[in-house]
């Protein structure tokens, strides 16, 4: 039988009123009688009801993220860090992975406008969603633009390339090659590109910039290029895969750097040098302003840059 608010009362030795108030958060009341009732309702594995409370004008105390995978160690790492941020500030999340499929956005969207979440964060690779223009809830964007009306929180991508290209140079790359990611929208994510082509372009520097979706890693870099500036972390490690199979050796033969230096990538591939995205410092610049979004609906808020740092 599913436990209900009068039975958790009962347990807990408490009035119906009190757990209503703490679950609610409302009112002054002993820390004792809050174990007291956080105990019962373990034991009894009450769940309050999310929906409901949404009804009656309450906060479900449930947020959205949505992320194109969580196979890429960068995303798992930012989706586990938000997620542990918000539990402990009284929230639990609903995780969805839109695999890169609009349809399957769509999908996810619905469902979590239809669980009445206090707001989402979304990290979509999926550009140009109608639903994005459309949902008043509250929503924040990572990394990508989705609409005029939702705030973007990102590392500082022009700063990435910038300093993806200096690591080349001091290490006398001559012959340079830029993957080129097929996402060519207004999203910081393109800055990363800028970057990099405008240190180049300082530097008096020539370069290939080289096509994602074109690419075959097998026959086009070594003998080719001794300098490769990698859109992330797991492509610049399946590049310089190809290189060791030739017989060459990172950091002397050949020059690399990744994007996004999740502690995975930094702890299974030290020798890899990459631009490191700060994850705790990102998911805290998310949260907090997705909860300006929630506290104050119809108000502007400003998109926030997080500066970048990178590892040799």
Same mark, same amino acid.
């Given at each position: ?31 004792? +009688?809050? %174990? ?24 479900? =105390? ?18 586990? #860090?938000? $997620? ?20 399957? $956005?769509? $999908? @996810? ?56 290209? #200096? ?16 996402? +060519?929208?207004?999203?910081? +994510? ?12 300082? $530097? ?15 026959? &086009?870099?070594?003998?080719? @290029? ?11 490690? #399946?590049?310089?895969?190809?290189? /060791? ?21 930094? =702890?299974?591939?030290? /020798? ?12 805290? %610049?998310?949260?907090? +302003? ?14 926030? &840059?997080?500066?970048? &740092?990178?590892?040799?």
């Amino acid at each position: 039988m599913v436990a209900k608010l009068k039975d958790v009362a009962e347990l807990a030795g408490v009035s119906v009123t009190t757990v209503s108030r703490v679950i609610n958060n409302y009112g002054s009341l002993s820390e004792k +009688t809050i %174990k007291k009732v956080h105990a019962a309702m373990r034991q009894l594995n009450y769940q309050p009801n999310a929906l409901a409370r949404a009804m009656q004008g309450k906060p479900s =105390k449930f947020i959205g993220l949505i992320f194109p995978n969580l196979t890429n160690p960068f995303f798992a790492e930012l989706a586990n #860090e938000l $997620e542990r941020q918000l539990f402990e500030q009284g929230y639990k999340t609903i995780i969805a992975s839109s695999a890169e499929n609009p349809e399957i $956005e769509h $999908e @996810y969207l619905s469902m979590l406008m239809a669980n009445q979440v206090d707001g989402i964060i979304s990290g979509s690779h999926n550009l140009d969603i109608d639903e994005y223009h459309q949902i008043s809830a509250p929503i924040v964007s990572f990394d990508r633009y989705l609409a005029d009306n939702i705030p973007i929180v990102a590392a500082d991508s022009y700063r990435g390339g910038q300093l993806a290209v #200096e690591y080349l140079l001091k290490n006398h790359a001559t012959h340079i090659a830029v993957i080129v990611d097929e996402d +060519t929208s207004a999203s910081p +994510t393109l800055n990363r590109l800028q970057g990099a082509v405008d240190r180049l372009t300082a $530097e008096h520097r020539s370069f290939d910039p080289l096509a994602l979706d074109k690419l075959d890693f097998t026959t &086009t870099f070594p003998g080719i @290029y001794d300098g490769v500036v990698a859109s992330n972390d797991v492509q610049a490690l #399946e590049i310089a895969a190809v290189y /060791q199979e030739h017989g060459l050796k990172m950091g002397t033969d050949f020059f690399i750097t990744g994007y996004d230096g999740s502690q995975l990538i930094r =702890k299974i591939a030290p /020798q890899l040098p990459t631009v490191v995205q700060p994850i705790p410092k990102l998911a805290d %610049k998310l949260i907090a +302003t997705l909860f300006k979004r929630v506290a104050a609906p119809q108000d502007p808020v400003p998109s926030v &840059t997080v500066p970048v &740092t990178f590892r040799e």
